[in-house]
C-alpha cells in the first residue's frame, strides 16, 4: 500500500533512512466517506498523501454556497500550500468522498523542504501550478456545455462517483444548468 509513496520519495532521492522517518512521524488513517480532514480557517498541521480513496477540497461562503477546488485520488499529495508560505488557515475544507486511507505528515517536513528548496518540494509546487494553469485555461476557454463533456471524457470513474452538485460545483456552474446541459446532450445521442 506504501509503494507509490516510498516510489515518490526515492524518484528525488530521499534515503531509506528518510523515508523510514518520514513513515515513522506519519499517521495512517482509514477513513469512512464525509470525513472532515481539514476545515476550513482552521490552521494546517499535516499535509496528505493518498494511499486509496477520493477526496474532494471545496470552499464554503457566509451564505452556505460551496465552490469545488479540486478532487484528489490515489496518489495525490495534498498541501495547503497557503498556509506554508504564507502562514495562513486554511482557505478551503478538505473531507472524503469514498472510504479513504492516507497518510498525515507533519507540515513542519514541508516547511523543512521550502527552506531548503529541496527538489521534491520544487515538484509538488510544480505540480501544482500546472495543475492550476490548466484548470484555469479549461474555464476560461471553454462553455459550461464543453467543460462538462471534457470533463466527462477524461474522468470517466471520477464522474461516476459524485453527484450532480459536486460536478457542477467543479464546473463553475449550478446543478441546474447541468442538469439542461446533460438533457441537451442525450437529446442529441
Not at 477520493?54 to 451564505?63: G, K, Q, V
Not at 504564507?86 to 478538505?94: A, I, V
Request: net charge positive; hydrophobic share 35%; proline share 3%.
Amino acid at each position: 500500500m506504501l509503494n507509490d509513496f516510498i516510489n515518490q520519495l526515492q524518484n528525488y532521492n530521499f534515503t531509506a533512512e528518510e523515508i523510514k522517518k518520514l513513515i515513522r512521524s506519519s499517521k495512517l488513517d482509514h477513513l469512512k466517506p464525509k470525513h472532515i480532514i481539514a476545515k476550513q480557517n482552521d490552521n494546517s498541521k499535516s499535509f496528505y498523501f493518498l494511499l486509496e480513496g477520493l477526496c474532494h477540497a471545496s470552499y464554503l461562503t457566509e451564505h452556505g454556497k460551496e465552490f469545488s477546488k479540486e478532487f484528489y485520488w490515489e496518489g495525490d499529495w495534498v498541501v495547503g500550500f497557503e498556509g506554508v508560505i504564507d502562514n495562513e488557515k486554511s482557505p478551503y475544507t478538505l473531507e472524503t468522498l469514498t472510504s479513504t486511507t492516507l497518510l498525515s505528515l507533519p507540515i513542519d517536513y514541508i516547511q523543512q523542504w521550502r527552506s531548503q528548496s529541496h527538489p521534491f518540494y520544487l515538484k509538488l509546487i510544480e505540480t501544482q501550478l500546472v495543475y492550476k494553469e490548466r484548470k484555469e485555461r479549461f474555464m476560461l476557454l471553454n462553455s459550461p456545455q464543453s467543460r462538462y463533456e471534457i470533463f466527462c471524457n477524461n474522468y470517466p470513474n471520477l464522474r461516476a462517483q459524485l453527484s450532480d452538485y459536486q460536478v457542477a460545483a467543479y464546473l463553475g456552474i449550478t446543478h441546474i444548468s447541468l442538469s439542461r446541459i446533460k438533457n441537451r446532450i442525450k437529446k442529441l445521442t
